[in-house]
């Protein structure tokens, strides 16, 4: 019974989340379009200095680069953020949907192998596209840096994580397919 209460939680702490991601979303859009086509208006102003997020590198510059100016840099920033965003909503949407039913029913539900096989594809797509992505924003920005007696490597193969991930729920998607057609015949020779 205490897990039965624990899935409950989790699923309305993923619906809690799901809607401050959607504020967010809301926040980020509305500076990436004031900054990229109202450049010169007061909410563009009042989203200045622009400083992008990074997901492995805290740069800090004393001076704004001219980069972070760029229409290009703050579209991929834009495409960035969104698929991120996007990535995160979808991700909570269906957590909360396959906790909701483990709550009520149990996990051996073709509902279930669903919602896993749904959340191995949205991983696979947009959750690569987004690490990709920030990879070439993180990239540009270090090219900027100017360090004398040392070198800045920086991997760009982050996004085969996601990947992987995604195939990993996939396989697990299918696996639950088994054990749920095992479960039903189980119930149907009782």
């Not at 980069?67 to 269906?94: H, P, R, V």
Request: with cysteine; aromatic share 14%.
């Amino acid at each position: 019974m205490k897990w039965k209460f624990g899935f409950n939680l989790l699923s309305k702490i993923c619906m809690i989340l799901f809607y401050i991601i959607a504020l967010l979303l809301v926040i980020t859009t509305l500076e990436h379009v004031s900054l990229i086509w109202f450049a010169d208006s007061a909410l563009a102003k009042a989203f200045r200095p622009y400083e992008p997020i990074f997901s492995y590198v805290q740069l800090t510059f004393q001076n704004q680069p001219d980069l972070y100016d760029e229409k290009s840099f703050l579209t991929l920033s834009f495409i960035s953020m969104i698929t991120n965003l996007l990535f995160l909503m979808l991700f909570l949407w269906l957590m909360r949907k396959l906790l909701k039913n483990i709550y009520l029913k149990s996990l051996f539900l073709y509902q279930n192998v669903s919602i896993i096989w749904r959340l191995g594809i949205i991983t696979i797509i947009l959750g690569t596209a987004s690490t990709y992505i920030d990879e070439q924003i993180t990239s540009r920005t270090l090219d900027l840096l100017k360090i004398s007696n040392a070198t800045i490597d920086y991997s760009t193969l982050n996004y085969i994580d996601t990947l992987i991930g995604g195939i990993i729920l996939i396989l697990i998607a299918s696996a639950l397919k088994y054990a749920v057609n095992a479960v039903e015949e189980n119930e149907q020779t009782i």
